[in-house]
């Protein structure tokens, strides 16, 4: 009878590994790059031809392999990482599976260079279609090289499926970039066809030499050094374009801790080309971490847009399983709904600070040219809000001020603070002041207002220069943030109509309103039926403007027809009150007093997320008085 059952030969075995886990030059790349880090590098340098598809030679200064172990070393599943199952479970380094060096040596021409620190010499070993040679002495420093020439030469059918030379040199550049983000205390240089693209400096080599407490950032080993060796990592590979759209991601809770920088909406991106998440050094893309991001930017970018963020995620090994995907690019989190929670909570706190945009800070004990961020996160303390009261008083004419417990509480000027906000949703306006204030040091982070630009903008000065606000923009997010925090507390504001308002309305929005009468009171509505095809609107939130209370509710009985109240109160919850939001602020060409315009200002600035509205758009921008004298040319 004949056998149809027999043993694959090694090399075959090898060579169907490598299409797992060696689909391209980059994936190489990125094995060789972490067996260097595994082997304790501080020096890297990698050298590409063609993409990497003639070439990639990668040298590090780690603690290299003796000359029994080098045969060893490339074969399968030989590895130093674990050597049981208690290892798997807590795998603490970048490889572990001792497949990358077989597998890469069964499709390419290999050579393995290496001289531990006790060796008198090196010693070189070759690798061609699975035959390996004896060791060879050789010369060199400590560490290690590997060079693999002619990747897939004697599997032609896989090495048509590479594509151009340039484009296999963007994967590897990428899959470079990855890792050299990962490790900041480590130097990198990259070369492709003879041309330096990279050379990247360790955290040790930083040029930080401030004196005092400073010196804590020279040591790469203490928790600030760490974290700016990594600050000028991300500069250097992601540009200050990015570092100045960044705010600072930093929060440790029992024993997770997230750290990094998240862009902010306005460097959001059309591809996902700017995400860089990091699991205990390990770059990966989790489902579970990738939902909690998305979730934490949901009310402040655009759905069509991506985010952009360099993110550290660092936990104990043994909650977090790396071992699901041959090219250990995902991970399987043993809490995850907890670190989805803790992922979310924390950059959502992060982004929801307001920033200072376009100013730049410069540390002058600081050498370091890279400044992070340049939008500086600056709250309103209450010697600003004292001055912000004090100075409209001024221009006017409220009585004296009160101070107590460190905050202004003069009842007239806070009555005249609020009676100006709620104006934005009437057509009572006063006249403009004749006297406008000057923004002093203690100016709020906003300054005051100077002017309205086309009915759409308005302008105002602080400490740093000019400020132009999208008056609609940042009111929807005021109004969209306070309806968000009724929402919480199940307490809508509504305020009843004198003459209810009534609409003409097809027989399933009436079904809707009989139907769904407890979320629509708690949306802030109170609609009934007056006939089989009319509604009346008796109350409505007070924070929406009553001209618009028909198109508001609408918006919200056609989110109820569609969805249902269950789910319109949960997973469709914000989409619907932002659309209210955006009846209930306050329309371009609306003309506004002085103090309306502060009063908004004032708000914003006690707002979070108010950089943005809730469609992603940027609220305001800072114009430094430098960037307007440059406009003049003046100075020059």
């Not at 007056?530 to 609408?554: G, H, N």
Request: aromatic fraction near 6%.
């Amino acid at each position: 009878m004949p056998s149809f059952i027999r043993v694959l030969p090694e090399l075959l075995i090898n060579q169907i590994a490598a299409g797992e886990v060696i689909e391209r030059p980059a994936a190489a790349l990125k094995e060789l790059l972490e067996n260097s880090l595994d082997a304790g590098a501080t020096d890297i340098s990698v050298q590409l031809e063609q993409g990497g598809i003639k070439l990639l030679r990668v040298r590090d200064n780690g603690r290299g392999i003796a000359r029994e172990e080098l045969a060893l070393a490339l074969m399968r599943h030989a590895t130093s990482k674990i050597a049981s199952l208690d290892d798997l479970q807590n795998v603490a380094s970048m490889g572990f599976r001792g497949e990358a060096l077989a597998s890469i040596a069964a499709v390419a021409q290999l050579t393995l260079t290496s001289r531990t620190c006790e060796a008198e010499h090196g010693w070189s070993i070759e690798a061609i279609d699975g035959h390996l040679s004896d060791p060879q002495p050789a010369s060199g420093p400590q560490g290690s090289t590997i060079e693999i020439r002619e990747l897939y030469f004697n599997t032609p059918a896989r090495r048509k499926f590479l594509k151009s030379d340039a484009t296999e040199f963007a994967h590897c550049e990428e899959a470079f970039k990855r890792i050299a983000l990962s490790r900041p205390d480590v130097s990198f240089s990259l070369q492709h066809n003879g041309r330096m693209v990279w050379q990247l400096a360790s955290g040790m080599r930083s040029e930080n030499r401030g004196s005092g407490s400073d010196n804590e950032t020279e040591n790469p080993q203490t928790e600030n050094g760490l974290r700016n060796a990594a600050l000028k990592r991300v500069a250097a590979l992601l540009g200050n374009e990015f570092g100045n759209a960044a705010v600072p991601v930093s929060r440790t809770a029992a024993n997770l801790t997230l750290h990094g920088l998240a862009a902010l909406p306005a460097y959001s991106r059309s591809t996902r080309d700017a995400q860089y998440f990091f699991v205990n050094g390990r770059f990966v893309r989790d489902k579970v971490a990738s939902h909690a991001l998305r979730q934490a930017y949901q009310d402040i970018l655009h759905h069509q847009r991506h985010p952009a963020f360099v993110l550290f995620l660092e936990l104990p090994p043994e909650q977090v399983d790396v071992n699901v995907h041959p090219a250990k690019s995902e991970v399987r989190f043993r809490e995850g709904q907890g670190i989805h929670q803790f992922i979310f909570h924390t950059l959502q706190q992060a982004l929801a600070t307001p920033e200072l945009s376009g100013v730049e800070v410069h540390n002058t004990a600081n050498k370091n040219p890279f400044v992070i961020p340049v939008q500086q996160k600056i709250p309103l303390s209450a010697a600003q809000l004292k001055t912000s009261y004090q100075l409209w008083e001024a221009q006017t004419g409220s009585g004296k001020w009160q101070v107590a417990s460190g905050e202004a509480v003069s009842s007239k000027g806070e009555a005249e603070h609020s009676e100006a906000l709620q104006r934005l949703s009437t057509h009572d306006f006063p006249p403009p002041a004749d006297h406008l204030p000057r923004p002093t040091h203690d100016s709020p982070l906003l300054g005051f207002a100077l002017a309205q630009l086309s009915g759409v903008y308005i302008l105002a000065q602080n400490d740093h220069g000019l400020i132009v606000v999208d008056m609609h923009a940042a009111h929807e997010r005021i109004v969209y943030e306070k309806l968000k925090n009724s929402m919480d507390t199940e307490c809508i504001s509504t305020q009843p109509l004198l003459i209810p308002v009534t609409f003409h309305a097809d027989a399933i929005d009436v079904a809707s309103v009989e139907a769904e009468q407890d979320a629509l009171l708690k949306l802030g509505f109170d609609i009934a039926p007056l006939s089989p095809v009319t509604l009346a609107i008796r109350a409505m939130p007070a924070l929406l403007k009553q001209s618009e209370a028909e198109a508001a509710a609408r918006e919200v009985l056609h989110e109820l027809r569609e969805f249902g109240g269950s789910r319109v109160m949960t997973e469709r919850r914000n989409d619907v009150l932002s659309s209210l939001a955006c009846h209930g602020a306050v329309r371009a060409n609306r003309i506004l007093s002085t103090p309306e315009m502060n009063a908004l200002l004032r708000e914003m600035e006690q707002t979070e997320r108010s950089g943005q509205c809730n469609h992603g758009r940027p609220t305001w921008f800072q114009m430094s008085m430098s960037e307007l004298d440059k406009l003049f040319m003046r100075g020059k």
